[in-house]
Nanobody, 123 residues
Framework: QVQVVESGGGLVQAGGSLRLSCAASGRTSYSYAMGWFRQAPGKEREFVAA????????YYADSVKGRFTISRDNAENTVYLQMNSLKPEDTAVYYCAATVGLGGVGAGAYDFWGHGTQVTVSS
């Protein structure tokens, strides 16, 4: 079992930056693949970025590639999502998820979810 808690959301102007954090706790949490997803009002939850347990492999949605960077600090059991050049369409609740499996882009691949953190980008 692992628990994940997101933080770092807020209100930012278009073109600005935010860094989200996801703190994981529980049994051998460092061995989990982690992912970030987001859900805007009236839309389905969508994949944003993922990272494998070692941090050597990362994956991004096309919509955020080149603007967002996912990273992890296993010593701190924390995963980060650095978001630059934010756009109004990035506005959503951002969720962190963990899995003992390989992870990837599908929400169904993840076993444990946080409650989300709101990101609002004003134009």
């Amino acid at each position: 079992q692992v628990q994940v808690v997101e933080s770092g959301g807020g209100l930012v102007q278009a073109g600005g930056s935010l860094r989200l954090s996801c703190a994981a706790s529980g049994r051998t949490s460092y061995s989990y693949a982690m992912g970030w997803f987001r859900q805007a009002p009236g839309k389905e939850r969508e994949f944003v970025a993922a990272i494998n347990w070692s941090g050597e492999s990362t994956y991004y949605a096309d919509s955020v590639k080149g603007r967002f960077t996912i990273s992890r600090d296993n010593a701190e059991n924390t995963v980060y999502l650095q978001m630059n050049s934010l756009k109004p369409e990035d506005t959503a609740v951002y969720y962190c998820a963990a899995t003992v499996g390989l992870g990837g882009v599908g929400a169904g691949a993840y076993d444990f979810w946080g409650h989300g953190t709101q990101v609002t980008v004003s134009s």
